[in-house]
């Protein structure tokens, strides 16, 4: 089985005003729940009978209100854009795609008692996306190995140190701000433990695919990058800081292969381009012989290596910060910057950072012919007795 070419987005919340849809059947909602402000507000939820069934369904919020412009409103969350027009988020869906996208919308809103046109989904208003990438790594590799050069790396001081989370023994990362995530984690340790809970299957961290069933992949070599824009402000400040600045950014803006790249890019840049810190097994010979055939001059490699044996036991982040409760000027961190390399990876010898990028760059297929180096063993029993890091 060929996995689809993986592009655009995961999970998206639309926005419809009184003038784009109308409700069908209200009887499939909920009962009403009174506003403070005034109006009322009603939900719909796939069912647990659903969720048993496997039926992938939006999260309907439907709200009237007393006065305004647009009396009513409803907001359609789909938690897996894949999960739901190709029955699984381990496959990623295409920039074109998306008029099939919201044609499936349409169908599946009509059975849930709502009329809503394809135009008027493409158009809708967007007030929380996930952008998202699967990447198979290398042979060799493992996601373990590439979060551990990336947690050497972080070099961006942009979000508090305090807020930057290594879950579960190292499995996953997350970072987040208040209305902004990002996550890197394992994606088949995700699908192992969605098969074994059938709650997960619907969480959007999981994948209901059958595991043994056409997909020939080790475990640890699918690596994840999500980054989660969870309001309409972070949504227009991100678009902002990759040079898209949309006033009123609708659903054609955003799924785009270029927007989900440079979004993804954007916080790859956060890691620099590593260390040598990044390669724990280097001795210092190896170190200055990396400097020196690198063409550092004698005085700045042994400097570079001095920051390489801090790295090795505080983080970037942590030496910056460790710098500015004693005075130290931002001068001087950006001189350090300079004398860091780039990680190398246990095996093979390649950037992470830049390998990362570089996979973000061609948004290549990913396709489960790869076949695993031999003596791997199957996803299901590597991952049996873990628990999520992303529940």
């Known amino acids: 089985m060929s996995l689809r070419k993986g592009r655009v987005i995961d999970t998206v919340v639309l926005t419809l005003t009184s003038s784009d849809f109308t409700i ?3 009887a ?3 009962p009403p729940r009174t506003l403070s402000y005034g109006g009322e507000q009603r939900i719909q939820n796939a069912t647990p009978q659903e969720k ?4 992938t369904k939006p999260a309907l919020t439907w709200t009237k209100r007393p006065f305004g412009s647009s009396s009513e409103r409803l907001r359609i969350e789909v938690s897996s854009i894949p999960k739901m027009f190709l ?3 381990l496959l990623e869906v295409e920039e074109s795609d998306l008029p099939a996208v919201v044609e499936k919308w349409s169908q599946v809103l009509a059975e849930m008692g709502v009329a809503a046109s394809p ?4 158009t809708a208003k967007i007030s929380k996306i996930h952008f998202s990438k699967n990447i198979l790594l290398p042979a060799g590799m493992t996601v373990s190995s590439v979060l551990g050069t990336l947690r050497r790396g972080l070099t961006s001081a942009r979000r508090d140190v305090r807020q930057t989370e290594w879950e579960n023994e190292g499995e996953g990362f997350r970072r987040h701000a208040r209305d902004r995530e990002v996550l890197f984690y394992d994606k088949l340790s995700e699908m192992a433990k969605a098969r074994s809970r059938l709650r997960r299957s619907h969480n959007p961290l999981s994948c209901g695919l059958p595991l043994n069933e056409g997909l020939n992949l080790p475990a640890g070599s699918v690596f994840r990058i999500e980054v989660r824009l969870n309001t309409r402000r972070a949504v227009k400040s991100a678009l902002r800081q990759v040079g898209r600045p949309f006033q009123d950014p609708r659903l054609t803006d955003v799924f785009s292969e270029e927007v989900s790249k440079a979004i993804l890019l954007y916080e790859l840049r956060q890691f620099g381009d590593g260390s040598l810190a990044a390669l724990p097994d280097a001795t210092p010979e190896r170190m200055l012989h990396e400097l020196l055939s690198g ?3 004698p005085n700045l490699a042994f400097k570079a290596m001095g920051v390489a044996w801090l790295e090795s036991s505080i983080t ?3 030496l910056r910060r460790l710098l500015r409760e004693h005075g130290v000027p931002d001068a001087f961190w950006y001189e350090l910057k300079r004398l860091r390399r780039p990680p190398l990876s246990r095996t093979g010898g390649e950037n992470v950072v830049e390998m990362l990028r570089r996979r973000v760059e061609e948004f290549q297929p990913f396709r489960s012919e790869s076949s695993p ?3 791997v063993q199957p996803v299901e029993e590597y991952y049996s007795g873990t628990s999520s890091a992303f529940s």
């Open 119 to 122: 135009e008027a989904l493409r």
């Open 52 to 55: 048993r069934e496997g039926v």
């Open 295 to 297: 063409g550092m001059k």
């Open 28 to 30: 499939k909602f909920g």
């Open 373 to 375: 180096p031999g003596g």
């Open 87 to 89: 029955g699984s988020n």
């Open 316 to 318: 970037p982040l942590g």
């Open 24 to 26: 069908t059947d209200a």
